[in-house]
Each structure stands twice: as structure tokens, then as C-alpha cells.
């Protein structure tokens, strides 16, 4: 190429040459004022009393905000997510020095505490307590918020009940009191986390019930980490356990202080979250049990269905209506079976035993099946699995294949060897059997009651008794779930017995799926939780297969 064609190339591409410049230097400016925002403001694992906020930075803050230190309006910053003060990302600091935070603890000398005013960044229609009338809606920093009562008040009202004592609003029954609670940092650098170190001087009133929320801040769509932040605002943020970083036998060490309390515990996951929180509670063996409420936050949901907690939590109820829901619910007492599995060895010896708790169901074939394909492709590929209705969509993918093509538990009634009750039961031509504790299977199937539900023994799920049925294909699920076949009900049982024999085969308990050598499974009551359940259970019961 000669001078003069490269010097005409360059006349004619200088236009363009120059934007990539500018797009690039633009790009890779944002990037690094991006990455510097978040080593510099990212979440606190653990907030200390002493040393601020817990900060959650926001790009775009959903309704308009103002810094709660310049008081300018703001479009992105960070937000507390215990007391909600607001600030811009260069007021971060200074907002830690000068508005403290929600206090987790108090001096134990301590039996009552002022209002704790934040000023500003009202919620949508606010109430004045003192005139009745609508305040925050100025556009400016204006007007207060009490971070443990909720109530709201004009800037000109606030010295009427700025003096007076706290009473914590409408859920005082669900509140600990900072004065009451006595914290201590256990765990090593990094992974440190508030542990209960004593509660002094509960209420006097009887209706105290105070509650702990279990979440983890990975579940759903970043469900759990909205969640997480809306209750720690409404309670004390001790209250508030994060599962990521938390395991439930150190938050549930509250019960074992109040012997005489009958404490509460809010879920918020899915089925596998709520067995382990379950055992937990088994292994500490309170002298009070607490009684367990749901917020469902996985794809099955079975076990919340049942309950009336729903198909799952979608964002349309504020917190404030879920701690309504846990208010109004009843106790009840839910089935809990011990699942025992003795693998088998050449001749006939065992090798080894295993138990595990079921609450929901149990399952062995082509059921189990397609639940450990969808199971070992969401741990390769968890980025492919981000909400329900993707989750379903492979899960119709892997059984639609297992129909057409896989067909992997063909002659499953020829390995397996059922009792009930001791009682040998003939197979028919089957591919799977579920063991049921609940009717509801699959994300909502009545597989027990099929579609001529009327003639058949009710299942319910605090009797003792377990409903037994048989698939005979991924087909035949599929038919089920829209309710064109009826279910192969094998009988009803209070102790169950398989025999498998031959090659290994699938099973789940709870969606927990594995593949299992030839063995022995016995299935036994263990015990019942005390579980709260919201409304009429059967306003909310599963749709009929």
C-alpha cells in the first residue's frame, strides 16, 4: 500500500477510528469506577453497633431520594437496609459518623428506649400519628420515621411524641427489644456472625412471641436478598438470619433462653431449606418447640401449598402483610419419617446404613430420575437456573426425553420388592413409586387424589399413615400433572419396606435426588413439627392430577 492510499484510508476512517476511542475510554472508565465502588462500599458480613451501617449500594433508587447528609436528591447511593437512611457515595462515610444505626443490643439496665427518628425517604402514603394527615410527600428531605414503630410524623409534629417511650407498633409481639438481648461475635475473621449470648428481662406480655427469619440471601431471583433487607427493617435486625453466612443451630440457641416462650420461626426458601432447618431444631431439643411458618422461595413449594403458604412468594405481598399471615396462621402438627437405607453387598450383607428425614415425599424411578438430571445440570450450569419458570422448563425438557428417548427405569417393577406394613404388594408394570406424606407432589400435583378423588381414604399429613403410588412412565407424570390419568394407588401404610435388587437406580427425598446401589429402605415415623398454617388448607389444597 503506497503513502497516499494509506493517508487516504486514514482520511476516511479517522471518524470512526476516533469514536471507538472515545466508546472504549468510556467503557473502560465505567468499569473501573464500578469495581472501585464495590471494594470500597460492598456489604459488611457483619455490622457492628460502633462502627455504622450496613450499606447496599443501589445504581438507581426505585422513587425519589435524597441524602440524608447533603440533603440533595440523589439517583444511585447506598441505603441501610436496618434503618433505611440514605446517602450519596461520597456521603457514606460521613452518614456513619453522624446518624446511628438500629441498635441490635442495649445496656441490660435498660427496660425501655425512646423513638429512634430517621428523617426523610418516607414510604408512599405515610400518615402523620399526630395531625392524621399525609406527610412525606415534599420534595425535599423532610418529615420522620421511627425505625422500630414505623410511625411517621411531620417535621412541625415531632416534638408532641419525640420524648415518649417506644412501644415498637404494631408487631411488638414479634420484636426483641434491643434492652432485652445480649449479643457476642463468635467465628473467624471473615466469617463472623452475631450469636445469642442471652436474653434478660423478656415482655411481661403473655402474646410475646418472638420471631426469627431464616433466608438465604442466594434463593430465587435475588429474592432472598430483598427479603432479608425488608425484615431487618421491620424487626430487630438480630432477628434477621442470613443462611449464606449462619447456620440455624447458632440463631435457634434464642429458644433455648426463653424456655417458657413459645418462639416463631418465618422460612423463607424452598423445601430442601426448610428440612434443614427442621432438623436443626430436632437436634437442639428445646424444651418449647417453636412453631414454623413459610415464605416459599423454591420451584416445588409442596410443602407450603399444603400449609396455604402458597405456590410461591412472587413480590406481590409486602413483608408487613407476611407478618399479618404469620399472626392469623394456626398451629399444626406435620408428619415427620425417618428414611433408612441399608446398602446391600454381594451375598446378600449389608455394607453400610443411612437415614434421612422426609416431610414431603419419597421416590425411587423415573420420578427420581428426571429430579437428578435437572440436579447435576443446575450444579454445572447454575447461571442456566435463575427462576421458577425456567427451572420448570427443563424439568419438562429432561422428562419429555426420558419418555421418547431414555427410557433409563424400564422394568423398574422387576428390581424393587414393596411392603406395607409388612405386607408384600405385587407390582404392576411400573417405572417409579412415590412415597407420599403430603398430597401434594411435584410442584403441586394431588397425586393421592387423582381426578376421582371422592372414593379413595383422605390424606392428611398428621395422621401417621403414608399414601403409596405408583408411575408407569415420565409420560404417565406428564398426564398426571394436567390430569388426563389417574395415579396407581399401591395402599396406605404406617411403615414401608423396599427391597432393591440389580443395578443402581434414582431416589429424592424432598427434591434432594442421588443414585443408590442395591439396598434396603425403611421408611418409619420419627416425630412431628409444630407448623403454622395460614388460613384453610383446603382453600389452598393442590390442584387434583
Known amino acids: 500500500m503506497t503513502v497516499n492510499a494509506m493517508q487516504d484510508w486514514w482520511e476516511g476512517h479517522l471518524y470512526q477510528i476516533t469514536l471507538c476511542i472515545i466508546f472504549s475510554f468510556f467503557v473502560m472508565w465505567t468499569l473501573v469506577k464500578l469495581c472501585k465502588r464495590q471494594r470500597r462500599f460492598r456489604d459488611l458480613p457483619v455490622r457492628d453497633v460502633a462502627k455504622g451501617h450496613r450499606w447496599v449500594i443501589t445504581d438507581m433508587f426505585p422513587k425519589p431520594t435524597y441524602c440524608s447528609v447533603c440533603e440533595s436528591h440523589i439517583l444511585h447511593g447506598g441505603v441501610c437496609d436496618s434503618c433505611h437512611v440514605c446517602a450519596d457515595d461520597i456521603c457514606l462515610r460521613t452518614a456513619d459518623r453522624l446518624f446511628a444505626c438500629k441498635s441490635l443490643t442495649l445496656s441490660n439496665t435498660a427496660t425501655s428506649m425512646k423513638h429512634h427518628w430517621v428523617r426523610g425517604n418516607l414510604p408512599l402514603c405515610s400518615v402523620c400519628d399526630v395531625c392524621k394527615t399525609e406527610c412525606g410527600v415534599l420534595p425535599r428531605l423532610c418529615d420522620h420515621r421511627c425505625v422500630w414503630c414505623q410511625r411517621t410524623v411531620h417535621d412541625n409534629c415531632l416534638y408532641v411524641i419525640k420524648s415518649e417511650e417506644c412501644d415498637f407498633g404494631k408487631y411488638c409481639n414479634r420484636i426483641i427489644p434491643p434492652y432485652c438481648l445480649t449479643l457476642k461475635l463468635v467465628g473467624w475473621k471473615g466469617r463472623r456472625h452475631w450469636s445469642v449470648a442471652g436474653v434478660t428481662q423478656p415482655p411481661d406480655d403473655r402474646n410475646w412471641k418472638p420471631l426469627l427469619v431464616f433466608c438465604n440471601r442466594k434463593s430465587g431471583n435475588n429474592e432472598g436478598e430483598q427479603i432479608l433487607s425488608s425484615f431487618r427493617a421491620l424487626l430487630n435486625p438480630a432477628q434477621v438470619v442470613d443462611l449464606y453466612e449462619v447456620p440455624p443451630e447458632s440463631a435457634l440457641n434464642l429458644c433455648n433462653y426463653l424456655p417458657h416462650r413459645t418462639c416463631t420461626i418465618l422460612i423463607c426458601g424452598g423445601d430442601g431449606t426448610i428440612t434443614w432447618v427442621l432438623n ?73 446404613n443411612k437415614v434421612f428425614t422426609m416431610n414431603n415425599y419419597f421416590s425411587l424411578g423415573c420420578d427420581a430420575s428426571i429430579a437428578l438430571k435437572f440436579h447435576r445440570q443446575r450444579e454445572s450450569r447454575p447461571y442456566w437456573f435463575k427462576n421458577r419458570l425456567t427451572n420448570k422448563i427443563w424439568y419438562f425438557f429432561f422428562g419429555a426425553r426420558d419418555a421418547l428417548l431414555d427410557q433409563e427405569c424400564k422394568n423398574f417393577y422387576k428390581k424393587i420388592k414393596l411392603e406395607l406394613d409388612g405386607r408384600p404388594i405385587e407390582l404392576p408394570d411400573l417405572e417409579g413409586i412415590v412415597i407420599l406424606n403430603i398430597n401434594s407432589w411435584g410442584a403441586g400435583c394431588a397425586l393421592w387424589s387423582g381426578s376421582s378423588g371422592n372414593n379413595i381414604p383422605k390424606s392428611v399429613f398428621n395422621d401417621g399413615i403414608l399414601e403409596v403410588v405408583g408411575l408407569t412412565s415420565s409420560f404417565h407424570m406428564a398426564q398426571l400433572h394436567v390430569g388426563l390419568a389417574d395415579p396407581i394407588r399401591l395402599g396406605q401404610a404406617r411403615q414401608v419396606k423396599i427391597t432393591l435388587r440389580g443395578s443402581k437406580m434414582p431416589m429424592q427425598i424432598d427434591g434432594e435426588p442421588w443414585e443408590q446401589v442395591p439396598c434396603i429402605i425403611n421408611v418409619k415415623h420419627r416425630n412431628q413439627a409444630l407448623m403454622l398454617v395460614r388460613g384453610d388448607p383446603e382453600k389452598h389444597s393442590p390442584m387434583k392430577c
Open 280 to 352: 436443626a431444631i430436632d437436634k437442639m431439643q428445646f424444651e418449647t418447640p417453636p412453631n414454623v411458618g413459610i415464605l416459599p422461595l423454591g420451584t416445588g413449594n409442596d410443602l407450603a401449598r399444603v400449609l396455604g403458604w402458597g405456590e410461591g412468594y412472587a413480590g406481590e405481598e409486602e413483608m408487613e402483610e407476611w407478618l399479618d399471615f404469620v399472626n392469623k396462621a394456626k398451629v399444626n402438627s406435620l408428619d415427620r419419617w425417618s428414611v433408612s437405607v441399608s446398602n446391600l453387598r454381594r451375598f446378600g450383607f449389608r455394607k453400610a
